[in-house]
């Protein structure tokens, strides 16, 4: 089993920047990548990109491209998703997933971290 907690969400203002982590622990070795997603209030889950735990391949979805960066450090077990520029539509509960590899996808959350960005 894998277990993920997210940290790092804040009140913030537009245009400041914000570093989330995620913290894995368990059976670490079988992630195959980990996923980020938002949730805005009112709003279902959007997916906004992810890493492939290994290889450190990303992939970035238009909400956060060219604004956000994700990393992973193998050897700490952590995923960091850095956001700049924030404006007030990047309010959300953030949540890294992982994928395990075994065909079910992203399945094993977080409990997601509280950003909010006043305008």
């Known amino acids: 089993q894998v277990q993920l907690i997210e940290s790092g969400g804040k009140l913030v203002q537009a245009g400041d920047s914000l570093r989330l982590s995620c913290a894995a622990s368990g059976l670490t070795s079988s992630i195959y990548s980990i996923g980020w997603y938002r949730r805005a209030p009112g709003k279902e889950r959007e997916f906004i990109g992810s890493?492939?735990?290994?290889?450190?391949?990303?992939y970035y979805k238009d909400a956060v491209k060219g604004r956000g960066t994700f990393s992973r450090d193998i050897a700490k077990n952590t995923a960091d998703l850095q956001m700049t520029n924030l404006k007030p539509e990047d309010t959300a509960v953030y949540y890294c997933?992982?994928?395990?590899?075994?065909?079910?996808?992203?399945?094993?959350w977080g409990q997601g971290t509280q950003v909010t960005v006043s305008s």
């Open positions: 890493i492939r735990w290994k290889s450190g391949i990303t």
């Open positions: 997933v992982a994928d395990l590899g075994d065909g079910n996808g992203f399945a094993s």
